[in-house]
């Protein structure tokens, strides 16, 4: 049942992402990767990541398309027709997928309980939850206790996107470099 | 986006479930899925609704740029504050047990402190790219669409 | 390497094959679209392709979420890889706003977003100021003839 309903998702998931690679009308792309985020958030339940399928839906399908709408309000409507087409990137596409295709092979059966992924540090996390931290979300756990390091390194890389995206976009630069103009010429300023 | 009645009907009625869902999924992250990441999103989401249909002029109004900016900072010192007072009580940065007499407690403490840092954050990151976006002059009209 | 073809190894691996496939898409449209604004939405299927990977390696067959449930022997699913794409997810559309901040400058900048367009305007550009600087050198090279005479 399970593998049905995965295939099924899977093949919505491509269909959707071969969609965003035809369609031209930049709307209709931003639209079709908001539903390429729900489905795979879809996915992510089915794999047990709550979390992160709480997390897919609410970013990728909420902010992602706000502000790709937004992008394409400030810029253009429809990709221009190409001008020339060209088989290298097809057959690097190819030749990538064979490469990494042949490395899974090696790795265990999906859903192996004896993988590595499963006898290392994961079942650790989940004894020790109850007796150390007592909540009954181990994500959350690890998250902000035993990773909490890299979960502040990753909150900093958040804090300096967002911060160089205000300086890029948001005009603050322009506005302090009039404010510093109008600094030095007290007598221009008073225009404003 | 004046002339959208039913838009504007039903996002007044939405606003503050969105809002009161955000502040649920930040404290009740310990105990379902959810934290600080979804929380500050979706906190984010309730704002930016009202921004596209009731004007960012409006929202700005309520929400200057200067506090936005503000808080993206307040997150990250929240959340590495929380380290540095575990530090002062003797511990070491980020190790929450000192937070408390009973080492668990402590863990819960510094759990709900972090988890405001980030929420915080995000939710003033997000406020802030969506104001740097918006508040652009857009180079097509409504009726271009 | 030996590898026996059989059902359940192919249905073990299904998923990650498919996962490549849903990769490959995501790379096709970043090598090959030239929209600025396309190629951001290949590397976001991209990325999604990546983090569904980290999931389906953290799956225990016939285990359930991580949140403890308070039944005893109860299998859960590893919680490790969750953390870490669930912190990477939210660092994705951080990054991507960057690269729509960086897109809207760059249409400010050359009218268009197309990638052709703009590499083609850059040669153009640097085509006129190498002309512009021949053009200095050859007016310096004929004043230096003629203070000589």
């Known amino acids: ?192 | 986006m004046d002339h959208h009645l039913i838009l504007r009907v039903v996002t007044q009625i939405l606003v503050a479930p969105i809002l009161l869902y955000g502040l649920y999924v930040q404290f009740h992250g310990d105990f379902g899925p959810g934290g600080g990441f979804q929380a500050g999103v979706i906190f984010a989401v309730g704002f930016i609704l009202y921004g596209i249909v009731f004007g960012l002029r409006r929202l700005r109004s309520k929400f200057p740029d200067h506090v936005i900016h503000k808080l993206v900072a307040l997150g990250v010192l929240i959340y590495a504050g929380t380290g540095v007072v575990n530090m002062a009580l003797g511990g070491n940065f980020l190790d929450y047990n000192v937070l408390s007499p009973d080492p668990v407690q402590g863990q819960h403490w510094g759990i709900i402190a972090v988890e405001l840092g980030v929420g915080v954050t995000v939710f003033g990151v997000m406020m802030a790219i969506y104001y740097a976006f918006a508040g652009r002059p857009p180079s097509l009209d409504d009726k271009d669409w | 390497m030996e590898f026996n073809f059989d059902l359940p190894f192919i249905l073990g691996h299904l998923n990650y094959w498919l996962f490549v496939i849903l990769m490959l898409t995501g790379l096709y449209i970043v090598v090959a679209r030239g929209n600025l604004l396309k190629k951001i939405v290949g590397l976001n299927i991209f990325q999604v392709a990546v983090f569904m990977l980290y999931i389906s390696m953290g799956k225990v067959a016939g285990g359930t979420a991580p949140i403890l449930t308070g039944t005893a022997g109860e299998a859960y699913s590893n919680p490790l890889p969750h953390v870490l794409i669930l912190t990477a997810i939210v660092v994705g559309i951080a990054t991507t706003s960057l690269g729509l901040a960086l897109i809207v400058r760059i249409n400010e900048t050359y009218g268009t977003i197309e990638e052709d367009e703009i590499l083609e305007m850059d040669q153009q550009k640097g085509q006129s100021e190498l002309d512009a600087i021949n053009k200095a050198a050859a007016a310096t090279d004929a004043q230096g003839a003629a203070s000589k005479k």
């Open chain 1, 1 to 192: 049942m399970e593998l049905i309903l995965t295939s099924l998702l899977f093949l919505a998931l491509v269909t959707t992402a071969v969609a965003i690679a035809l369609v031209r009308r930049l709307f209709a792309v931003v639209m079709l990767a908001g539903v390429f985020s729900l489905l795979s958030a879809m996915l992510f339940v089915l794999m047990d990541a709550v979390d992160v399928a709480f997390t897919e839906a609410a970013v990728g399908a909420g902010i992602s398309s706000v502000l790709m709408l937004g992008t394409i309000a400030l810029t253009a409507r429809s990709e221009k027709r190409p001008t020339h087409y060209s088989l290298v990137p097809l057959s690097i596409v190819i030749l990538t997928g064979l490469v990494l295709i042949y490395g899974t092979l090696d790795m265990p059966n999906f859903g192996d309980p004896m993988s590595p992924v499963q006898t290392h540090v994961g079942p650790d996390y989940i004894q020790r939850t109850p007796t150390d931290i007592d909540v009954p979300n181990i994500v959350t756990a690890v998250l902000a206790s035993y990773r909490g390091f890299d979960t502040l390194g990753e909150v900093t890389v958040v804090f300096t996107a967002g911060l160089g995206v205000v300086l890029l976009i948001s005009g603050l630069g322009r506005r302090i470099r009039r404010s510093r103009r109008e600094d030095k010429a007290p007598s221009k300023g008073a225009k404003n």
